[in-house]
């Protein structure tokens, strides 16, 4: 037991968490010596997640790395980051927030990179987080969503021979959640913006359709939920319509739900009398999955 324990604090010290902060959520840094391919030591060039473990009262183990989305230009940390994992929270479900690494100055796989650690991070610690290692999800939104349906059909096992602990971990996340998702990256549906952050501006033909996620579903692709709206003018909803179609044909469980009318980057859209219900869909699909 005292090996045990000694083992688990040395991976928590070497997940560099941040131990002094003031309010209850920690952050910590993903790679503390510095992440591969980092171009300075300023905040957007040090990946990390905050830490919103759920409640003793209604806790289930379930747990859900959050992407907030932004073009890859920028983070929507608050209405797609934190109120996301306050919202897990209430449903018994502990959320990890995201702050990965952004264009123009990172491209692929960068991003990708970050996001894998953040799987592999929140599955070594799994038992800490009171969280069971096959039901941690992720959750994106927009290009968030992009980055979370790339890390759902381009995961893998995991290191074995590695010396990182967390890099042993497999990155394949159990399932995800998909709000307004940029999915693609080719013509005629794609968000250029996200295209030029991400692959900057002459990117590989081969490199683009890699990328465009609906032509990367397998059957080991992980059940998924999908929220759009139909008038969406910043991403078409063919992004999720797509997809959608690709996982039922490689026999993937998923739900899409696409409401007539709402602006892109709802959130939650706690405003909106019609929009602001769906998220009890999502609370639904995810009993129904038995994640809560």
Known sequence: MLRAATVAMSAILCAGIVWGQSNEHRTILLWPEGAPGAQGETEADTPSLTLYPASDANKVPTGVVVCPGGGYVHLAMDYEGF??????????????????????????????????????????HAQEFGVQPDRIGIWGFSAGGHLASTVGTHFDAGDKGSRDVIEQQSSRPDFMILAYPVITMMDPYVHRGSLHALLGDDPDPRLVRLLSNELQVTRRTPPTFLFHTANDNVVPVENSIEFDEALNKAGVPAEMHIYLKGRHGVGLAADDPVLRTWPDRLADWLRVQGLR
């Open 83 to 124: 109120e996301i994992a306050e919202w897990l929270n209430k449903l018994g479900i502990s959320a990890f927030v995201l702050r990965y690494r952004l264009g123009p100055k990172y491209h692929y796989p960068v991003q990708l990179q970050d996001a894998q650690r953040a799987i592999r991070y929140v599955r070594l």
